[in-house]
C-alpha cells in the first residue's frame, strides 16, 4: 500500500510571503520521506470543512508545475479538478505540461465538481448536476482521444473541437493515469469503469459495498476489476507528538484488507516537517508491506 500526501490548506504561520519556501519544504520532505503521490484540491475558495472562503487557496495546475519542481519522485495531481473549471483542451494541455516537466509524474484526477459558491462568485459556469455529469463523460472522451494517436474532430452535446493535437504528447505511455473522484453508485462509480485507471473513496462506513457496486459496473462494461487503483481519502494524523501512529497503521491495515492500494489524505499539523519525517519512517514502511 502507498501513501499520498494531500495540501488543502495553505494558512500558514508565515503568511502568504512565506508561502513559496514553506510549499518547497513540504514537497521535498514528502518526496524524501517516501510519499508516493502529492495532490492540491483543485478549488479556488477554500471549503467549508478546511477553512472560511476567504482562507489563502493556491491555483491548483500552478501549483502542481512549483511542487514538480521540488520533488524527484513523487506522483502529482489533482484531488479532484472539476470538469466543468475548464475547458478540456486547456486541462489536456495543462496536465501533459506537467507529465513532460516532472519526468512523467502526472495523473489527471477529476470530477463532476461541486462549490457552487466559488463558481458563482468567480463567474464559472455552474450547469445542473445532470448536465456536469454529461460535461464529465465527454471530457473523459476527449482526454483519451487527445491522449492517443487520433488527432481528428470531436464533438459532443457539449464539446465540439476541430482537432485533438497534443505535441508533445505525455511522456507516461500510454497516457497518465485518469483517477475519477467520487461514490456516487449509478455515474460516478460506472465512469471508474468505464474510462478510469483509479477511483477515489472516502473512509465511509459503505466502503465495502462501493467497492461491490464498482466491481458489478466493470462486468457491466467488460472491464478487469483489477486493473483499477482503489484510493481512499484518509486523514494521515498521527498526533501532534506522533501518539497516534499506531492508530493510523491500523486503519490503514483496515483499508487495505478491504482493497484499497493507496491512501491519500492531509496532514493536519502541516507544515510540520517533522510530523512528515516521522510518518515516513514509522508509517511508510509498514504500509509498504502489506
Not at 476567504?54 to 491555483?59: K, R, Y
Not at 521540488?70 to 483542451?89: C, N, Y
Request: with cysteine; aromatic share 8%; hydrophobic share 40%.
Amino acid at each position: 500500500m502507498e501513501l499520498g500526501l494531500q495540501i488543502p490548506n495553505f494558512t500558514w504561520s508565515n503568511g502568504p510571503a512565506g508561502l513559496g519556501a514553506d510549499l518547497a519544504a513540504v514537497a521535498r520532505t514528502a518526496d524524501q520521506a517516501g510519499f508516493g503521490y502529492l495532490a492540491v484540491m483543485d478549488h479556488f475558495f477554500q471549503i467549508q470543512t478546511v477553512g472560511p472562503a476567504e482562507a489563502e487557496m493556491l491555483e491548483a495546475y500552478t501549483t502542481l508545475g512549483f511542487l514538480a519542481a521540488h520533488t524527484e519522485r513523487a506522483k502529482l495531481f489533482t484531488l479532484i479538478t472539476g470538469a466543468h473549471h475548464r475547458q478540456p483542451g486547456l486541462l489536456v494541455k495543462a496536465v501533459t505540461t506537467l507529465d513532460v516537466l516532472s519526468g512523467g509524474r502526472a495523473l489527471l484526477g477529476i470530477g463532476a465538481g461541486w462549490n457552487e459558491e466559488e463558481s458563482r462568485g468567480l463567474g464559472f459556469p455552474f450547469p445542473p448536476v445532470a448536465e456536469r455529469f454529461e460535461i464529465l463523460e465527454e471530457t473523459l472522451r476527449y482526454v483519451h482521444q487527445m491522449w492517443s494517436d487520433d488527432d481528428g474532430a470531436f464533438s459532443g452535446r457539449h464539446i465540439r473541437a476541430d482537432r485533438l493535437l497534443n505535441s508533445p504528447q505525455p511522456l507516461t505511455r500510454p497516457r497518465p493515469p485518469i483517477m475519477v473522484g467520487g461514490g456516487g453508485e449509478k455515474k460516478t462509480l460506472r465512469l471508474v469503469a468505464t474510462y478510469a485507471d483509479a477511483c477515489n473513496l472516502f473512509n465511509i462506513p459503505e466502503l465495502a459495498h462501493k467497492l461491490d457496486v464498482l466491481r458489478r459496473h466493470c462486468e457491466s462494461v467488460g472491464r478487469d476489476y483489477d486493473e483499477i487503483t482503489k484510493t481512499v481519502y484518509q486523514s494521515l494524523d498521527i498526533g501532534e507528538d506522533g501518539e497516534r501512529t499506531g492508530e493510523l497503521i491500523d486503519e490503514l491495515r483496515r483499508l487495505h484488507g478491504l482493497g484499497f492500494d493507496m491512501a491519500i489524505g492531509q496532514l493536519p499539523q502541516a507544515p510540520r516537517l517533522d510530523l512528515l519525517e516521522r510518518i515516513g519512517t514509522e508509517v511508510i514502511p509498514v504500509v509498504r508491506a502489506f
